[in-house]
T-cell receptor
Framework: DAKTTQPPSMDCAEGRAANLPCNHS???????VYWYRQIHSQGPQYIIH???NNETNEMASLIITEDRKSSTLILPHATLRDTAVYYCIADFYNQGGKLIFGQGTELSVKP | DTGVSQDPRHKITKRGQNVTFRCDPISEHNRLYWYRQTLGQGPEFLTYFQNEAQLEKSRLLSDRFSAERPKGSFSTLEIQRTEQGDSAMYLC??????????????FGPGTRLTVT
């Protein structure tokens, strides 16, 4: 599995967009990018995943660069409840195996 | 769909005692995973099952750890002769793996183990 690199922490003002970057320069062609988040004292929660194209769901948007070496998770209108640790994971699609979590980015949404 | 449940939520035990945790996955999910998380770190994979078969075990899973999923439904994780280093949050997750589909993992709330 490709290694991912994320900033350890970020701040965002409530109501503004939160843009969380992730570097995965060694990602292979059949590895997807997954994002999970973990709110304090809870289990991780799946957010979104993608391969090449940009993806959007009700929670977030995922922008993957054309060379696939980096991606950005966008929370369009951050709320206080989005304060959490966000993990970017590169993994083989449908291999069903382990997720390799890094240190993640601790996002603090401030009023 | 009640989500993934874990029992107990908290466990305090003395060093050397055995402990057992239970995980009930989402009912139609065929894959079940165990992870361990220590303070300030991301979750670390321990093992996973497809139905009742244990398909992968991490090197973190020493001989003192054993996991079962006897009927392909709930799973148990047992730690024998607990050590202080076993203190952590133990997370269970489940997923539905089918050819051509994604397999987002759904996590339970975790069991926090404290070994004194």
């Amino acid at each position: 599995d490709a290694k991912t690199t994320q900033p350890p922490s970020m701040d965002c003002a409530e109501g503004r967009a939160a843009n969380l970057p992730c570097n995965h320069s060694t990602i292979s062609g059949n590895e997807y990018v997954y994002w999970y988040r973990q709110i304090h004292s809870q289990g991780p929660q799946y957010i979104i995943h993608g391969l090449k194209n940009n993806e959007t769901n009700e929670m977030a948007s995922l922008i993957i660069t054309e060379d696939r070496k980096s991606s950005t998770l966008i929370l369009p209108h951050a709320t206080l409840r989005d304060t959490a640790v966000y993990y970017c994971i590169a993994d083989f699609y449908n291999q069903g195996g382990k997720l390799i979590f890094g240190q993640g980015t601790e996002l603090s949404v401030k009023p | 769909d009640t989500g993934v449940s874990q029992d107990p939520r908290h466990k305090i035990t003395k060093r050397g005692q055995n402990v057992t945790f239970r995980c009930d996955p989402i009912s139609e999910h065929n894959r079940l995973y165990w992870y361990r998380q220590t303070l300030g770190q991301g979750p670390e994979f321990l093992t996973y099952f497809q139905n009742e078969a244990q398909l992968e075990k991490s090197r973190l899973l020493s001989d003192r750890f054993s996991a079962e999923r006897p009927k392909g439904s709930f799973s148990t994780l047992e730690i024998q002769r607990t050590e202080q280093g076993d203190s952590a949050m133990y997370l269970c997750a489940s997923s539905l793996a089918a050819t051509g589909s994604s397999y987002e993992q759904y996590f339970g709330p975790g069991t926090r183990l404290t070994v004194t």
